[in-house]
């Protein structure tokens, strides 16, 4: 006979509070229920009398005192219902309207029977969906689509895709799967399912936001939210793979001052310590950069800033391996570099390099690999460029999967049958090598030598997982071609990934690997013009990203690579990076937006516009900001478009290209072309470059040019543009240029703080609000709020608007209104 047994622990009434895990039990499955806040709700089942214990990694909140109100199999909250099926144990997702949001179908258990994995399940739980009900987000998946149905996927880290666990419907309604083993995610007939590789349990919150901005600040409130970066990093960022000697990686700095043209970060790639066999010794060891300290206070006497390669593995002659090999906290994985021979590819395996990845799951490996790091940190190093954090993982054997990482070698917590595999944690490793250089610098005891004051934490990182927006981390979306196709998929992976929580992204510009295009020789792309055009096309998307950073293998990327003032492609560079530096402080302020009201940078065009059907899929427009439309060009328009078929190890075999030379002759970058793109219905759209102003919920036939991207400023924002300048902070923001875009009520809050330390968190900071009524034709200027050292108590305004009206005012920190 079948036994249900219903029980609300520590109540015996039908009301509890969230403490007390309301918990079912079917003959084969223990099922808990709590709600974390009113919309949040964590399920946990288990095999029946299946006992464990776990800590999540990803999920730092605590469950709040939520008033619930219980009905025999249904529990309610304020803004949720939650109904247990007595026989199944199928849960039902339901709003305060009862309308039905998520259900589930089935939850399976596939017993691990021997290997370190024995007494833990392959688990597997399906979902339900609407038949035309949208879902986004699990992360930066190259396929080209936003919408996941249809969408069968196995997520394991990688150079070029990377997975948060992280879903979102249209409907308002997000799920974590709160599993960190390679998982297969399916969406077809049969339902939605995620399926991992190992798990005690069938783990995952719940979460109902109403919309993809609520269900991303649910998702920052279980797993933290988003530090500040330091505003230089708004800037523009170049860099290439790679810059041999102290010497060269300082004068590229120098040649960007020689040439005015706008320069914050310069980045230096691997090898700076020498042979593969000194892999990420985390010191200047090469013979060509024996005085690295003084190479970091060069570049900050330039005034630029200064980013550097560092790993997850280590080259067997590092003191970092030897340390750490001692103590049993090296992983037994294939990793990159395959052969200690550096200049020779493919690699030599029967000279290999002995490299191998640090067991970050370990406090004690963490805490190793930060006594090292420190000593660039000391000398003044800016920002860390984490590479293979995926990490780079090669011919993967069963015994590999199988190893025990971890803070203890023996079963990982009190009470489990296995100790923690490598398969059970594979998908949270970056997690936790991020988490440990930013918890590491952030408790550390003294501020950088280099700098003399404390200083906001910024990885850069090949790989995320859930909760990583938490630890001053922006991913890029690794090794990617130098395709148009390589180009039009970036979009909907940054925004994908950006739905899952975590907002900071970008990508290669240009593309890594651009051998194919090396039609006159090696490194000579840049004069190719088929990847001119790609490469001003994807700087015009880059614009709109984060982080704005000149990147890839083959060739040279800097400006002058590609010709000089007065040519159209170098020109067409140049005004996407003077424009970038225009917008700081709409960006900054938006940066704000992000760390204290959950906003994001790259906004898919549902999440503004959700009512209109023809954007749910839409790749290649997207919101930047709340105020500007980013319809970059993604199509080749003045050459052939090029095939290229690499990835992220075959881009590396430096071939001969043909002698097909009839696309790098003859191109007229002058000629105007034509671009159709939609505008999103709900609001009039103004083109930023003419002013044209365009009703929504059309498509429009633009006319373009090769040096502007089309952008559009949606009616009732208030857009501010800083001065041009040669690196941020050069010239105060004592004269900014406001844009009224009529035609509906606007506000905006302009944030300004010292840029570059964690003050901020202590409410020393200042804003500005402006408010924009249309129907009285009044920008009203509010008093400021707060301050800062440095403050500027007086700035002048000067307010523009599309009809070309124009007035400026003296603003001392008092409420002023403006009247057109």
Known sequence: MRKTILCALLTVFGTAMAQTQLQWQTEKTDIKVEFFTPSIVHVVKTPLSHSYMKKSMVVTAQPEEVEVVRNGNTVASGQLTVKVDPRSGAITFQDNKKRTLLRETSCVFDPWTEGPDAGTFRVTQCFALDKNEAIYGLGTIQNGRMNRRGTHQRMEQSNLEDYQNVLQS??????????????????????????????????????????????????????????????????????????????????????????????????QDWQYWGSNYLWNAMNFLSEEFSNGPQLIKNVHQKHAHFMISIWASFGPQTQQFRELNEKGLLLPIETWPQSGLSHIWPPRMDYPSGVKVYDAFNAEARDIYWKYLKRLYDYGTDAWWMDSTDPDFFNPRESDYAY???????????????GMTWRAMRNAFPLATVRGVYEAQRSSAAPSEGSGEEKRVFIMTRSAFAGQQHYGSNMWSGDVASSWDMLRKQLPAGLSFSLTGNPNFNTDIGGFFCGSYNTKGSGSAPRNPQFQELYVRWMQYGLFCPVFRSHGADAPREIWQFGRKGEPVYDAIEKSIRLRYRLIPYIYSTAWQVTSNNDSYLRPLFS?????????????????????????????????????HEDAMTGWEKKEQPGDRSQETGVDWSVSKTATKYLPKGTTWYDFWTN?????????????????????????????????????????????????????????????????????????????????????????????????????????????????????????????????
Request: charged share 25%; aromatic share 14%.
């Open 170 to 267: 249209v409907k308002g309604w997000g799920l974590y799967w709160d599993n960190y083993a390679p998982t297969q995610f399916d969406d077809d007939q049969q339902g939605m399912r995620f399926s991992s590789e190992v798990g005690d349990c069938a783990d995952y919150y719940f979460m109902y936001g109403g919309s993809a901005d609520g269900v991303i600040a649910q998702m920052r409130h279980l797993s933290g939210q988003v530090p500040m970066f330091p505003l230089w990093t708004y800037g523009f960022w170049q860099s290439k793979e790679r810059y041999k000697s102290a010497a060269e990686t300082e004068s590229i700095v120098d040649k960007y001052r020689e040439l005015q043209v706008p320069l914050d970060g310069i980045i």
């Open 404 to 418: 025990i990482v971890g803070d203890c070698k023996s079963p990982a917590t009190e009470g489990s049958k296995t």
């Open 608 to 644: 503004d516009f959700v009512q209109d059907k023809k954007v749910w899929n839409m790749t290649d427009e997207f919101m930047f900001g709340r105020s500007i439309l980013a319809a970059p060009i993604v199509e080749a328009q003045y050459t052939e478009e090029k095939i290229i």
């Open 692 to 820: 044209k102003w365009y009703k929504g919920g059309q498509t429009v036939v633009l006319t373009t040019s090769f040096d502007r991207v089309p952008m559009f400023v949606r009616a009732g924002s208030i857009l501010p543009l800083g001065p041009e300048m040669q690196y941020v902070g050069e010239k105060a923001w004592d004269h900014l240029e406001l844009r009224i875009y009529p035609g509906a009520d606007g506000t905006f809050t302009l944030y300004e703080d010292e840029g570059d330390n964690y003050n901020y968190e202590k409410g020393i900071y200042s804003t500005i609000p402006f408010r924009w009524d249309d129907a009285k034709g009044v920008l009203t200027i509010g008093q400021r709020q707060g301050s800062f050292p440095g403050m500027l108590s007086v700035r002048t305004f000067t307010v523009v608007w599309p009809d070309g009206t124009t007035k400026t005012v003296d603003y001392q920190g008092q409420e002023i209104n403006i009247s057109q």
